[in-house]
């Protein structure tokens, strides 16, 4: 299995990105996907899912601003980030990720980041 996020840079508040996760080595289309972030001295925050059927949720502070996406044909999950502002600022990771009846999230691997800064 492997993710490899692109995309990060550093935006000024206000300012967009688009992230990429090109996946490979699993069945893409069958598999849920998240973006999730962490901030320097913070813990592991789940920013968005996309699961097989194309339906999404997100984080609160997020909503209206983000957008996940994913392209089966090129088995590669996006994430748009718009009004970017500092607390945006983290390293953005793509998982594969699964959920039981409880929707407790699981894990099944992680890319290795690629960086998000936002500042003036």
């Known amino acids: 299995v492997q993710l490899v996020e692109s995309g990060g840079g550093l935006v000024q508040p206000g300012g967009s990105l688009s992230l990429s996760c090109a996946a490979s080595?699993?069945?893409?289309?069958?598999?849920?996907m998240s973006w999730a972030r962490q901030a320097p001295g913070k813990g592991l925050e789940w920013v968005a899912d996309?699961?097989?059927?194309?339906?999404?949720d997100y984080l609160e502070s997020v909503k209206g601003r983000f957008t996940i996406s994913r392209d089966n044909a090129k088995n590669t999950v996006y994430l748009q980030m718009n009004s970017l502002n500092p607390e945006d600022t983290a390293i953005y990771y793509c998982a594969i990720v699964q959920f039981d009846q409880a929707l407790i999230r699981r894990v099944v691997s992680r890319g290795q980041g690629t960086q998000v800064t936002v500042s003036s």
């Open positions: 080595g699993f069945t893409f289309e069958d598999s849920a």
């Open positions: 996309i699961f097989i059927d194309g339906s999404t």
